[in-house]
């Protein structure tokens, strides 16, 4: 069966996204810190359409995650934001702008209704208010023989990590101090059956990854 | 100058010893999975008067760790916790035992006097009331050409960490979570001018070293 990989980057304490996000600081303050790395590659810029970039040690974890994802999980905050119900007048349509970067389906976590949304570049998000494991069949069914990205945020991650159902996680340890914000893991005491399987370091960051004990 | 060198193991949630620390469990609920790594080393062993051990891509780590240290700062809670006067009738002396690891003096932070206690060894705890920088100024006199060690536990490091004291930190993380406990980084937004100059994967922890940026 497809695979449900997870992948994150977090600051040294523990935050995924900093404090006081908005629509134009999307990653809360100090939270763009997190992500200098991949955006100084190669390989991330070539998803995102730019040219040049450094290669480094992180290259071949990223060639790795953006490898073999037919489809994406991630939720209502990731998308964009906004508690509540969707503004019908006006529904924002996210912060991934008119082609986002996924060109595959997406499903989005939310407690609200909303007619699935077709952006350019083969990107749909559809929005699924009948949980996580709706979702991920759901995803799985559009991914086919490819796995699925669960791309944030940290709540979206607790849920699906505390019932088991992550088969990979893979961290991007950024040596910073957030100091506020958003924490991948708060309160919980076991990774869900996943297990440590190869550390990768870059002078920048360091890629822990995890992947689920295997049983028979 | 003697440089003050810092390291701690922390769990991948941000904490360096478990919830409901006492004199039982002195490293709280799961706080000593944060050391299996350490305890399995020869070179660990070794500093313990023990036999065998692994060696492993921690060995050179450890070893450098122990190298050139001349006295020991700690926290009064990692040195025998009870906040609080000390109890006059019955002073406990710690969690350390008869004959403590160190083989230097150590200098234990704390708001309330009490004399050096010698022990076996050549170990002693000298009671610092005065703050960190006059505990830091006895511990470089005592260490001579040597290097001050700062223990912990979070709360020491924490202050000196702010004060931007710390020449060197170490986090050894370890891929487990605690899910409670006593946070190393909580609030605070930045290293103290301390920067990352190297890490070591190990299979069951990963080693990540900090420095000052030297001016001039």
Chains 1, 2 share one sequence.
Do not use: C
């Amino acid at each position: 069966m497809a695979k449900l990989r997870f992948k994150i980057a977090m600051s040294l304490d523990g935050f995924t996204a900093g404090p006081a996000q908005s629509r134009k600081n999307p990653l809360g303050v100090g939270g763009n810190r997190l992500h200098d790395w991949a955006i100084a590659l190669a390989a991330w810029r070539a998803m995102h359409g730019l040219k040049g970039g450094a290669v480094n040690e992180s290259t071949p974890v990223v060639e790795e995650q953006l490898a073999n994802i037919g489809a994406t999980i991630m939720g209502r905050n990731m998308f964009g934001g906004h508690p509540g119900p969707w503004d019908r007048k006006e529904p924002w349509n996210g912060w991934w702008g008119a082609n986002p970067p996924f060109h595959h389906p997406v499903f989005v976590l939310t407690h609200h209704p909303r007619p699935t949304l077709v952006l350019e570049g083969g990107n749909s998000f559809t929005f699924v208010t009948d949980g996580i494991k709706a979702a991920l069949e759901q995803a799985r069914r559009a991914a086919g023989e490819k796995d699925v990205s669960l791309a944030g945020g940290a709540k979206a991650a607790q849920q699906y990590l505390n019932a088991g159902l992550v088969d990979e996680m893979e961290i991007s340890l950024v040596p910073a101090l957030l100091g506020a914000g958003e924490r991948l893991f708060d309160g919980g005491r076991d990774l869900g059956g996943l297990r440590p399987v190869r550390t990768v370091a870059a002078a920048d960051v360091t890629h822990l990854k995890f992947a689920r004990r295997r049983t028979g």
